[in-house]
């Protein structure tokens, strides 16, 4: 899994192959919490664009 400051992290919870440590599942929830907190900030600023790319993302992390 991806560490904190890696440019790809989002990108990781995108792929289908994802597959966590279990060790790594409070990194999983920390990258969860922070695109949540993306998209309200997104939505808020009318980045209708950001905000689906995020929920993408968002998504990953649900099924990882």
């Given amino acids: 899994m991806a560490r904190a400051g890696c440019i790809h992290e989002h990108a990781c919870v995108r792929c289908s ?15 969860r919490d922070n695109l949540l907190d993306r998209i309200a900030e997104a939505q808020r600023e009318g980045w209708l664009g950001e905000v689906e790319g995020l929920e993408i993302s968002l998504a990953g992390t649900r099924t990882s």
């Fill in 17 to 31: 192959l994802l597959r966590p440590e279990p060790s790594q599942r409070d990194r999983l929830t920390e990258i």
